[in-house]
Each structure stands twice: as C-alpha cells, then as structure tokens.
C-alpha cells in the first residue's frame, strides 16, 4: 500500500490549487485516505479526510477541519485511483507540507494513520 502526493506549488493569497493522491495497493471504496499538513514546529493537522462505503451508492463520509471548510474540497477517482484535494481561496495561514494517508479507519480518528506520503509543499504569499 503506498500513497504519493503532487500538486503543491507556490500561489497567491485568494488563488486556488488541487493537490493529488495516487494510490495504490488497496481499494478506496474500503480505505480512507486523508490529508495532514504541516508547519515546522507545529503537530501535523488534520485537514480532509474521505471514506467511501463501498459502491456509490453507499455513500462516502467526508471530513473538513473548521479551519478549511468552505474553502477546500475533498474527492475521489475511483477509475484513476487518485483522491483530491481541492483549495480554494487559499489564506497564508495554509502554507504548510500537505501529506496524504490511507488506512483501514474512520475519518475521526487523528492517530494510527500508518502508511503517508512523501509530502507536498504549499506555500501561500499575502
């Protein structure tokens, strides 16, 4: 099971970017894959998060920080194997590395995400 993330990049405050997760080695009509980000010095944070249960039918659990909700936008690509994470209106408070992961656990748990990303850097200018 592996997750790696792309996307990051340099913007403007107000400007928007869409980070990827191509997964592979699981399904994610089983798994949920979630992004963190992270600032040096800071816990790594909880940004989105996305579960499917099972066909689309079923539904899908879907998780937004207080902080980002309104503003990103999580989603999945059953065919491509990719989640995304789509940011709009991007503040400087955003910039951070974005990681993704993927485990066998509900979107509410914080810890035991196990298998994570290299990272991608997002960096928002005022």
């Known amino acids: 099971l592996y997750v790696v993330e792309s996307g990051g990049g340099s913007v403007q405050a107000g400007e928007s970017l869409r980070l990827s997760c191509k997964t592979s080695?699981?399904?994610?009509?089983?798994?949920?894959v979630a992004w963190f980000r992270q600032v040096p010095g800071k816990e790594r944070e909880r940004v989105s998060c996305?579960?499917?249960?099972?066909?689309?039918?079923?539904?899908?659990?879907?998780y937004y920080a207080d902080s980002v909700k309104g503003r990103f936008t999580i989603s999945s690509d059953n065919d491509r194997h990719v989640v995304y994470l789509q940011m709009d209106n991007l503040k400087p408070e955003d910039t951070a590395v974005y990681y993704c992961?993927?485990?066998?656990?509900?979107?509410?748990?914080?810890?035991?995400?196990?298998?994570w990303g290299q990272g991608t850097q997002v960096t928002v200018s005022s």
């Open positions: 992961t993927a485990d066998y656990l509900p979107c509410t748990v914080v810890l035991g995400w196990e298998n």
């Open positions: 080695g699981f399904t994610l009509d089983t798994y949920a």
């Open positions: 996305i579960r499917r249960h099972g066909d689309t039918r079923s539904g899908e659990t879907l």
